[in-house]
């Protein structure tokens, strides 16, 4: 798109023709000699060079909303690390008590103190504290290895652990007044509104359309050794 812009300010290539004349009965050969240029690609430069500006400033908006795609994903996947390494502790707090409780159920169900049914009741608590500190693990580990792909260190060995959470500190700014500025500054919106700048001017230039074939020129004759 950079290219293009620059190429729509530069001046349309001239064309130069000579022609020889040879007379029928002899003697010297006139000459001929023009220099034209298309009037068309004259007339149309300022509005071309609007329209490969409007469309080089879309692909920057592009490039800006791909950007923020994934700074946002950056932040969501930190976010998600955050919330699984913040919920082990406790998953292993509960994996814990419920083995020394079940320990405790073990020794009273020896002692004819309690019945089976609440000694598979926790046996079956404990399964499931295990199964969920194990899907904890895996999707730990899932988040670290995209995070650290988004970062640009996919061969990390994942041992490194991220900032606690932080309450963020209370922002003022409404909803509505988040939607405005997104209306006026985000990238995607800017870049259709540049992609309808260009169509626009495309659409004044295809009024034009008669002007296609018209060229503008000088041209000269040499003969008898003047011009």
């Known amino acids: 798109a950079q290219a293009e812009a620059w190429q729509e300010r530069l001046l349309p290539n001239p064309v130069i023709s000579v022609v020889f004349r040879f007379p029928e009965g002899g003697g010297q050969p006139s000459v001929e000699a023009g220099l034209a240029a298309e009037l068309l690609s004259l007339l149309r430069q300022s509005t071309r060079v609007k329209t490969a ?30 919330a699984l390494e913040a919920s082990l502790p406790f998953l292993r707090q509960r994996r814990e008590l419920v083995g020394r409780v079940l320990e405790l159920e073990r020794a009273r169900f020896e002692g004819g103190e309690t019945s089976r049914l609440d000694l598979v009741t926790l046996q079956a608590q404990q399964v499931e504290i295990e199964a969920e500190v194990d899907d904890v693990l895996l999707n730990l580990k899932r988040a670290k290895q995209t995070l650290a792909t988004l970062l640009g260190d996919p061969r990390s060995d994942l041992r490194w652990s991220v900032s606690y959470w ?37 659409a004044e230039l295809a009024r034009a359309w008669f002007l296609d074939e018209i060229e503008v020129g000088v041209e000269g004759e040499h003969e008898e050794s003047a011009w």
């Open 53 to 82: 500006d409007a469309r080089l400033r879309a692909v920057a908006q592009e490039a800006v909303s791909a950007v923020l795609d994934v700074v946002a994903e950056v932040q969501e996947t930190y976010a998600e690390v955050q």
């Open 166 to 202: 932080e309450i963020p500190p209370y922002n003022s700014v409404t909803e509505t007044e988040w939607l405005t500025a997104a209306l006026q500054h985000r990238p995607e919106i800017q870049q259709r509104v540049f992609e309808l700048e260009a169509l626009g001017v495309e």
